[in-house]
């Protein structure tokens, strides 16, 4: 990664900071209660990660394994009970003498991986981990859930509306059979049709489909066809990813993609995909983001690149966990066979006390994750929010940076005065832009990651 801007506009998708490969085992191993100690509470988010599909796409590189034998799932949720139990009790401990009804969960998620692999009675005690362990009120709060075509059954999607999903997120990627197979994601559409009917029938609030573009053989055309295939479905919203060819992943070893031709398809079709939306009636909340205006806001879906400042618990051994001074999780890979030894470490630990793996976020990490974040959202950043933060201005802050993006034409200059905003064309820079305000220690230390 090269520490000055590259204007192409894939260079990495930027949804969280600092990225797990940045992260290096904590020799101090800190006890929980000592990092949550001071924290605020009152407002966390909680994400439950489950590691496990039915298959594994070809542009994949996330912390999953392809099935689960030998009743890992049961395994894994005893462990993830476990968890919970240590994380619940570290968070009581320290409100140091405060009512344990002092944490509160404003947000939940489940994600992987993908949830739905649970079968239903799984599902029902995932949801009690969370309630009955960790103390969410799932009925209560946003919950966001991801599932497949193949996984989102009638008895699965009955028990995630009944225990209070309020959001379901369906990788669909393309409604071509054709481009499905070209990105090794093996379906075909009446699946998906089917499957998305079976959502609109279980009637939860707010139904996201996540398309791709960039994908071999993928054409304007094509990918029109995709998008008005997921309209007929009047979405609450709609993710639009450009593909990414990663190490390790199926089409990595394919070879696939990485020239400056691929750059401008995926851009023609990036944008292609805005303008189509934005026609729609949708409103663009980040370069993937779209969402229809009339979603109440408290069934919407988080707005991607939030929690700037807002504690969040992950369970689980692909889940990172936030506080103010600290991001840590457990060990990372992609490699199949490290992933499946990860989790088997993981369903065998007893001890959830201590954090494992992380990076520390010093004040200087902090002012970058916060500008990074909020920017890369459509709506921009209040720099009054900044400056009460931090005492000081983002362009005190980051001048340079600042004064590359907007010689680039990446900033809004019609913004009103004190919102920081990226323009449109900035907003489709988004992946270039990100990567640019990472400093040079994470960028030494992602760098430096050892890939397994």
């Known amino acids: ?9 894939y260079e990495s998708y930027v949804y969280a900071y600092p990225h797990k490969t940045a992260y290096r085992p904590l020799e101090d191993r800190p006890a929980l209660r000592g990092l949550w100690a001071g924290e605020r509470k009152d407002a966390l988010s909680l994400y439950l990660h489950i590691p496990f599909c039915e298959v594994r796409c070809g542009f994949c590189n996330l912390f999953t394994r392809i099935g689960a034998p030998d009743e890992l799932t049961t395994r894994y949720l005893d462990a993830l009970d476990r968890q919970a139990t240590a994380v619940r009790d570290a968070l009581a401990e320290a409100e140091a003498g405060a009512e344990a009804d002092a944490i509160r969960f404003a947000a939940a998620a489940f994600g992987g991986g993908t949830p739905t692999y649970l079968d239903a009675d799984e599902l029902d005690r995932l949801c009690d981990i969370a309630e009955k362990r960790m103390g969410a009120d799932l009925r209560a709060v946003p ?11 009638a008895d699965r999607l009955a028990v995630l509306a009944e225990r209070g999903a309020t959001r379901l997120s369906i990788g669909v990627q393309s409604f071509v059979d054709a481009e499905a197979k070209a990105a090794v994601r093996p379906q075909r559409r009446a699946e998906v049709e089917a499957a998305l009917g079976r959502i609109r029938d279980a009637r939860i609030p707010v139904l996201n489909i996540d398309l791709i573009y960039g994908i071999d053989g993928q054409t304007e055309a094509s990918w029109r066809h995709s998008l008005d295939a997921a309209l007929a479905w009047r979405p609450e919203e709609l993710y639009l ?3 990414y060819v990663r190490p390790l992943t199926g089409l990595g070893r394919l070879g696939a993609g990485g020239d400056s031709a691929w750059d401008d398809q995926r851009l023609r079709l990036y944008r292609q995909g805005r303008d189509h939306l934005l026609a729609h009636g949708y409103e663009q909340m980040s370069m993937r983001m779209f969402r229809r205006p009339d ?19 992950g369970l689980g051994c692909g889940a990172r966990s936030y506080t103010s001074a600290l991001h840590y999780s457990f060990d990372y890979a992609v ?35 916060h500008l990074l974040q909020s920017l890369l959202q459509a709506g921009g950043m209040a720099e009054a929010d900044y400056r009460e933060r931090f005492g000081s201005g983002p362009a005190e802050d980051f001048p340079a940076e600042l004064a590359r993006f907007a010689a680039l034409g990446w900033l809004d200059e019609s913004a009103p005065t004190g919102l920081l905003r990226l323009s449109p064309e900035g907003l489709a820079y988004s992946d270039a832009l990100g990567p640019a305000l990472f400093s040079p220690a994470v960028r030494a230390s992602m760098a430096a990651y050892e890939r397994k």
């Open 1 to 9: 990664m090269s520490t000055t801007l590259d204007p192409r506009p």
């Open 143 to 153: 919950l966001s859930v991801e599932t497949s075509p193949a996984t989102a059954t």
């Open 241 to 243: 990813y450009p593909l």
């Open 295 to 313: 979603i109440p806001f408290q069934d919407a879906g988080p707005d991607d690149y939030a929690c700037q400042t807002d504690g969040m618990i």
């Open 335 to 369: 490699d199949m066979r490290e992933i499946r030894t990860i989790i088997d470490t993981y369903t065998t630990t007893e001890d959830f006390s201590r954090a494992e793996v992380g990076r520390r976020i010093d004040d200087g990490e902090a002012r970058r994750r």
